[in-house]
């Protein structure tokens, strides 16, 4: 970056750096196309060294995830173009005609995750621990989770 006479910076990047990063998708990615996690962490300029300590590569991962997050939401809600992770290899601009269908996907994987954890959590109850009201509670919201899953079913599909 030059520094003019006054030592002021030519050009102020913004932060945090994916704001930066939106202009370069913009002018350099359109739907379909697959954005490559390299190009990512340069744009983002973080740099990944070849040796450190497992806490280093953590806090570089922390930010480069702190960083596609904004990415994401920005480039949904400002230019309409959704990024789905492609595994191992970077993030996908999906085609707006494909928007329908992932989000109901990603609605589908969340709430049945979500109904999982649910049941779990009423299955290993501790019943010697409870009253016969919270007992009576705890079966009635088994009853709700099982209404809330035929919904989704029925629903979601």
């Given at each position: 970056?030059?520094?003019p006479a006054n030592n002021l910076p030519a050009k102020l990047p913004y932060h945090p750096a994916y704001k930066q990063t939106i202009a370069a998708v913009l002018s350099t990615f359109t739907y379909g196309d697959i954005i490559d996690h390299g190009w990512l962490y340069n744009e983002f300029g973080i740099v990944v060294p070849v040796t450190g300590d497992k806490q280093k590569f953590q806090?570089?991962?922390i930010e480069y995830m702190v960083q596609i997050e904004g990415l994401k939401e920005e480039l949904l809600e400002k230019h309409s173009m959704k990024l789905v992770s492609v595994y191992a290899v970077g993030y996908k601009i999906i085609m707006p005609s494909e928007h329908s269908a992932e989000a109901m996907s990603t609605l589908k994987s969340k709430v049945s995750k979500e109904i999982k954890k649910a049941v779990n959590t009423l299955r290993y109850v501790n019943e010697n621990m409870l009253t016969q009201a919270e007992i009576q509670e705890k079966d009635a919201n088994v009853g709700k989770i099982a209404a809330v899953t035929?919904?989704?079913k029925n629903r979601l599909t």
């Open positions: 970056m030059s520094t806090k570089i991962a035929a919904f989704s």
